[in-house]
């Protein structure tokens, strides 16, 4: 792990808490909470629909109004302090950080405006943006080009087993995420430089 130089964060799960998993399951037993996430949420990660339209399109299914949905989510949003400790040391350390995260358009941004979480990143890759979503290896290889490194320089650090299998098929390390502690412990060797 000391040959790395490039450390890729997922945001949702791991530096912000999941949201809208929880949120459809309270109002959707797991199958349908789950179907709606992959294609309503699924669609405006994949920057298909606009972060109005989702809302809009949440609002048909749930019967919440979408202004109320936005207010919801932006409450359940909580940043893991943690994280952007590890995230601090890191980039003490000389390491690059990127973001590399699935999100509907606007509404990642609002969080990374509301929590003053930008200067955390050299680079971020927000899928909306860039019409390319986790897993898809062209999103991990997007990343690593345009900051201008290979596969085998980096780790990239995830929730999603889904995720981490990808990464790891095109050579990057990764790092199943459960919790802050246990991602400084899985960093050891790097951070105890």
């Known amino acids: 792990m000391k040959n790395k130089k490039l450390v890729l964060f997922d945001f949702f799960g791991v530096i912000c808490c999941?949201?809208?998993p929880g949120w459809l399951a309270m109002r959707f037993e797991k199958e349908k909470a789950m179907t709606i996430k992959n294609s309503i949420v699924g669609s405006a990660d994949k920057g298909e629909i606009s972060e109005r339209e989702m809302f809009e399109r949440l609002a048909k299914v749930t019967g919440v109004a979408p202004d109320v949905i936005l207010k919801e989510w932006l409450d359940i949003a909580k940043i893991d302090k943690g994280v952007l400790s590890i995230i601090d040391e890191l980039?003490?350390?000389g390491y690059a950080v990127g973001l590399l995260s699935n999100a509907p358009p606007d509404f990642e941004e609002r969080?990374?405006?509301r929590d003053d979480l930008?200067?955390?990143f050299d680079a971020m890759f927000i899928s909306s943006v860039r019409k390319l979503a986790k897993p898809d290896p062209a999103f991990f290889n997007l990343a690593l080009n345009?900051?201008?490194y290979k596969a085998e320089d980096a780790i990239f650090i995830d929730d999603n087993p889904v995720n981490i299998k990808a990464s790891n098929e095109i050579g990057i390390d990764a790092i199943l995420f459960t919790s802050?502690?246990?991602l400084r412990e899985d960093l050891k060797?790097?951070?105890a430089d």
């Open 146 to 148: 345009e900051m201008g």
């Open 180 to 182: 802050a502690e246990q």
């Open 18 to 20: 999941e949201i809208s």
């Open 189 to 191: 060797p790097i951070l």
């Open 111 to 113: 969080l990374l405006d």
């Open 118 to 120: 930008y200067h955390y």
């Open 91 to 93: 980039r003490d350390r």
